[in-house]
């Protein structure tokens, strides 16, 4: 079984950083088109919220329109608590601090930010090729769709490892962060199981990221040991109020889907035009390689275009969807300007 074992955490790097993006790069020109972070570029269309979402604390009624919301979204079963909070990196984060494990198995490669938050809490953490592999951790993780590469787990395969992990008294949690446009591959219909623990982002289909909601969906037992760590008022007024009209938003959610897979097959043929190899991805991001592609981050930067490199892959960018005409163009002229390998 190959994996690769993850030392002590360090600062991870994420997409989005602006701020060190114009300082490293202060020549290039404005406005900078962000491509870096995999958010939908059209986000929801905003309602005017109601003055008492900003100035009352969120009542009971707050929270049971958005529980409503989301479980429908989702198709969470009722057997299940659907839990919100402040984005799924919040779960992240407190999931090593609720659920403490000793052995920690990451199908890999991913999210980096699941290792490090392990391995913060003193488990031993393995990156691990094969779904078979996490059946002797104490808790297994599964991004899915896999951030940066697409890789999905048929639902079937990801409930057979949770009932062998289950054997065990073991968790899988399942990071479904970018599963809205790709229902039909979710096991949050299952999120009643003892195993298991579902995430999803709110912020990143809708695109809202700063929003910063997201969701566990657990057993009734497991969700009350969360609830207990995430105190009174996980979310705020304004974040229950669009979250739960979004959520309620089918019409919506699948234009949204048609137009970002739209996009996605646009920035495919981009990029395989500019000779790079289309390596994966979802909707809201493609992954592409080619070697040397450190300076097609530099050159893309120069131009005022920020991407996601990958230090442990240095053949790969992520390019999310550029957000409306100018930036295609722009996007465009900077891949034939100049050859960046």
């Not at 009722?78 to 000793?102: E, S």
């Amino acid at each position: 079984m190959a994996h690769s074992a993850i030392g002590a955490p360090s600062l991870v790097a994420h997409g989005g950083r602006l701020d060190a993006a114009r300082r490293l790069f202060p020549n290039a020109p404005q406005p900078w088109i962000d491509l870096s972070t995999g958010v939908n570029p059209r986000a929801y269309p905003l309602p005017p919220p109601a003055d008492e979402v900003f100035t009352r604390l969120p009542d009971d009624d707050a929270f049971a329109a958005l529980d409503g919301a989301a479980r429908k979204a989702y198709g969470a079963p009722a057997g299940a608590d659907v839990l919100p909070g402040g984005g799924a990196q919040a779960f992240i984060q407190m999931l090593p601090r609720v659920f403490p494990a000793k052995r920690v198995a990451i199908l890999g490669f991913t999210y980096a930010e699941h290792a490090a938050c392990w391995a913060a809490m003193g488990a031993q953490v393995d990156l691990v090729e094969t779904i078979d592999a996490l059946a002797n951790a104490d808790v297994g993780v599964i991004v899915n769709p896999n951030n940066p590469d697409g890789r999905v787990v048929a639902p079937q395969d990801i409930l057979s490892a949770a009932a062998q992990m289950s054997q065990r008294g073991s968790l899988l949690i399942v990071d479904e962060s970018f599963m809205d446009f790709t229902p039909e591959v979710s096991v949050a219909r299952f999120a009643q199981n003892e195993s298991l623990v579902v995430l999803r982002s709110f912020g990143k289909a809708y695109g809202l990221p700063g929003l910063r909601l997201g969701f566990a969906l657990c057993s009734h037992a497991r969700g009350a040991k969360l609830r207990a760590a995430l105190g009174p008022w996980a979310v705020s007024g304004p974040a229950l109020s669009i979250g739960a009209r979004a959520l309620a938003d089918q019409a919506w959610r699948t234009g949204a889907a048609r137009a970002c897979a739209g996009d996605a097959a646009r920035l495919d043929a981009l990029l395989t035009q500019a000779r790079f190899q289309i390596a994966g991805g979802t909707t809201l991001f493609r992954l592409a390689a080619r070697l040397h592609a450190s300076r097609w981050f530099a050159h893309l930067a120069a131009r005022g275009i920020l991407t996601r490199g990958f230090a442990d892959r240095p053949d790969w960018l992520r390019f999310g969807l550029p957000p409306n005409e100018s930036a295609w163009a722009r996007l465009a002229a900077a891949l034939e300007s100049v050859d960046g390998g």
